[in-house]
């Protein structure tokens, strides 16, 4: 009888750690998904910002090249204002690349 008893238990807590471990994959799998949602409308988001930063980056180009002299503050100015764009992009879409690989 007692060992019945045990079997029993030993079972029902058997059951309810593969349950337990059941949800917990289910919530990290859910959690995961979310995430690579969030990643992927953040990325979407940088690419479109960045299209736009250096469409108009390239407005004040044709701007100063419309004028008869530009000055070499101007032209300083756009070179540090370009790389300053192209570095930033390159660190914003390295992290999250590294996200995106985390994710899988």
Known sequence: ME????AILLFSLVILLLI??????HRINKNRARLAKETQEATSSLVK??????????????NLGKRERV???DKQ????????LD??????????????KELK
Do not use: C, T
Not at 3 to 6: A, D, E, N
Not at 49 to 62: D, G, M, S, V
């Open 20 to 25: 337990g471990i059941f949800l917990i994959w």
């Open 3 to 6: 060992y019945r008893l045990i």
């Open 77 to 84: 100015s756009y070179f540090k204002l370009k790389e300053a």
């Open 71 to 73: 000055s070499a503050k």
């Open 49 to 62: 910002n960045f299209e736009i930063l250096r469409e108009e980056i390239q407005k004040q180009i044709n």
């Open 87 to 100: 570095i930033s992009e390159r660190y914003i879409g390295k992290e999250i690349k590294d996200i995106e």
